[in-house]
Structures are given as structure tokens and as C-alpha cells.
């Protein structure tokens, strides 16, 4: 059985351009449109659902380096959040006939219902080597558009650290979610996933779920036990609301960041972020904990990490990424605050990383 008679027989064509000028012909699917973002490649072998509804790549299209995707289909129980948050999907092999009892569409339905574009049959190979060289750059699916005007459209878009994303993806009010817990947490929500809900409220933790830019002053009117900062897509920067409510809490409130929550945790004691190369973007991350010397695999989606030359003294670095030594866990020296560059809940990847959750269960008991 063919490859082309498969997967690209009657399909529409489409093309992918890069601000550097490369362009890659290939077959639609999903919705039929054109799409901007920046391109990053993630190498997971499976996962798609879970990173195609991860609000953290909001504003970027996602390549898959994994060859072949959708055999197992699509289960809404793995969705991350209420949809598909990626501007673009590509792959090099799409599955149209998966086998699974658990899938209820495929993924060219499920990016169809989303009205999100995907392309399929380029070198997956070729664009991540490229970019593992030249870095993330801005990208466009382009569905009959001239090459030169694509490759225009891909240079043209704004960059992503000159957008913000995190208000496109978060609550709009604040949400209540009582499981008759010990705890109160409020969540503040920069775009999180639902699997770190989900295993806070295992840790029978009431949640209030509130916009990111939501005032320190209400919610220290809640009188909670801890404030748990999420995830979220774009430039940390960019987020001044939640640095000044963070740093309006420092020293009142017990307090733990993942990922976009971690990099503001620090922004929020003096500290900058610079933008990676090409991103930590998998379930296959090595991170290394200072304390005990374990060595762990982590799923990881971010673009920006904590420069450590600019981190204050009372901050002590606990874990450490294995194939760059960039920052992956931080703790206050003083202080109730615990923070993590990787996303301890998975979702998908290893579950290698719970234990965080208990850590930051530890701090509400003890504060």
C-alpha cells in the first residue's frame, strides 16, 4: 500500500513557508485556510491530542517529528482544554483509518470541527534539522498562494514576542471547583492544562480559578491557602499583570509556578527570561534534580527560560535540564515558593514528575 495512495490521493494541495525562505509543497487537511504562526517541532511519539489542546501553543504551528500521526484517532478525555489551541498542524504521514476503541474521530476531523489547518506529506525531517540549526522561525500554510507571496506572509506576521496570547486563553471570570478538600488554592490562569487540575484536585485541593490578571488584592481577600500560577503560551514579558500580582503576594501566600508560571515567578523577584533557540517541545526532556542527583524524563513546551545570571541570591536552582543546563526548578531560600520549567503533570509524557504536586501539597500543610 503506497504511501501517496493512502494518505494523499484527492486531497488539496498546500504549501509551507519559512521566513527564511524555504517552502515545502504538500496535501491539506483539516480546515482548508491559511495559517501564520511561528513553527516548532515537538518529538513526542505519541501525544497529538494532548499538544494540539495545550493552550501553551497558542500562536505557534506544531511539526511532529514522530513520521506518522493519528493511528490511534482522536478521545476527547485527552483533550488539554476546551479545543485545539495550535495555529497549524504538520506531519509527515497522516492516519486516516486509525485503530483504537477508545477514538471517537481522527485527527482531520478534529482539526476540521476547530477550523484549524494542517498540512501532511513534507520532510518533517528535513524542516526540524533546520531549524535545530537556525532556530524557530515564523511560518505559513498557505492553501493556493503564490510562493513568493507566502514566503512575504510568513516574514510579514508579527513575532511572537511582540504578541500576547495568554488573555486569548485563559477564563474570563473567576471558576469554582469544590471537591470538599482540605485545601483553598486559587489558580491563577495563564492558558492551563487540564491534566494540572486535575492533579491538584487528586490532592483533594479546592480550586478558584481566576483570569491572569486577576488583582493580588482580591485574591488575598480569599484568604487562600496557596496560589498556584499555570502555564501559558508567549513571551513571560509580556504578562506584566501577573508579575505585579505575584509580586504583590510574595511573602503573604504560599506559592508554586509550572512552565509560563515558573519564568514568572521569577520575573517577578527582579529576574529576566531569554527566548531558547528552538524550544524544549516533547515528552522525552532529561532533567536532573540537584538535590537528590535523579535523573528523570520530563514532557516539556516552552519557548523562554530564566536567565541564570539574573537570578536573585535568595533563589536556590533545584533542577536542571540535562541537554542544555538551562533552569528547570527553582525554590526560595526563605520563603514558601516552589517553581518548575517542565510540566510535572505530563499530559502527555512520563509521570516521572507528580511528585511536585505533593511538594506543593507539603507547603500548604506547613504554612
Do not use: W
Not at 196 to 213: A, E, F, G, H, S
Not at 312 to 318: A, D, H, L, N, Q
Not at 346 to 360: E, I, N, Q
Amino acid at each position: 500500500m503506497s504511501f501517496k495512495g493512502e494518505f494523499l490521493e484527492g486531497s488539496v494541495k498546500a504549501a509551507l513557508a519559512l521566513e527564511d525562505g524555504t517552502y515545502v509543497e504538500g496535501k491539506a487537511f483539516g480546515s482548508e485556510k491559511n495559517a501564520l504562526g511561528e513553527i516548532v517541532f515537538c518529538t513526542s511519539m505519541t501525544g497529538y491530542v494532548e499538544a494540539l489542546t495545550d493552550p501553551s501553543y497558542k500562536g505557534q504551528i506544531l511539526m511532529m517529528t514522530y513520521p506518522l500521526i493519528g493511528n490511534y484517532g482522536v478521545c476527547r478525555e485527552d483533550f488539554e482544554s476546551d479545543s485545539v489551541k495550535v495555529e497549524g498542524f504538520v506531519v509527515k504521514q497522516l492516519c486516516r483509518k486509525p485503530s483504537n476503541f477508545r477514538s471517537q474521530m481522527t485527527v482531520d476531523e478534529l482539526l476540521k470541527s476547530y477550523d484549524v489547518p494542517g498540512i501532511e506529506g513534507v520532510d518533517t525531517r528535513m524542516l526540524t534539522r533546520k531549524i535545530r540549526i537556525y532556530g524557530s522561525m515564523k511560518a505559513a500554510i498557505g492553501i493556493g498562494v503564490e510562493k513568493d507571496r507566502l514566503i512575504r506572509m510568513a516574514r510579514e506576521q508579527p513575532s511572537i514576542v511582540d504578541i500576547d496570547l495568554v488573555d486569548k486563553v485563559c477564563v474570563n471570570q473567576p471558576k469554582r471547583i469544590d471537591v470538599k478538600g482540605k485545601y483553598e488554592v486559587v489558580l491563577i490562569d495563564c492558558g492551563v492544562k487540564a491534566s494540572i487540575v486535575r492533579q491538584l484536585l487528586k490532592r483533594n485541593v479546592n480550586l478558584t480559578v481566576v483570569p491572569y490578571n486577576y488583582p493580588a488584592e482580591k485574591i488575598i481577600e480569599m484568604n487562600p491557602d496557596g496560589v498556584f500560577i499555570s502555564n501559558g503560551p508567549g513571551d513571560p514579558a509580556r504578562v506584566k499583570e501577573t508579575i505585579e500580582t505575584t509580586r504583590k503576594l510574595i511573602g503573604k501566600i504560599p506559592m508554586a509556578g509550572i512552565c509560563l508560571g515558573h519564568q514568572l515567578m521569577a520575573l517577578a523577584f527582579g529576574a529576566r527570561t531569554f527566548k531558547l533557540k528552538f524550544g524544549h517541545h516533547g515528552s522525552n526532556q532529561p532533567t536532573k534534580d540537584l538535590e537528590t542527583g535523579r535523573v528523570f524524563i520530563s514532557s516539556q513546551n516552552h519557548n523562554f527560560s530564566v536567565d541564570e545570571r539574573t537570578l536573585p541570591k535568595e533563589f536556590e536552582i533545584t533542577q536542571v535540564n540535562l541537554n542544555d543546563y538551562t533552569i528547570e526548578g527553582l525554590r526560595h531560600k526563605e520563603l514558601p515558593i516552589i517553581t518548575v520549567q517542565y510540566h510535572p503533570e505530563a499530559g502527555p509524557g512520563p509521570h516521572d514528575t507528580y511528585f511536585f504536586f505533593d511538594r506543593f501539597v507539603d507547603l500548604l500543610r506547613e504554612y
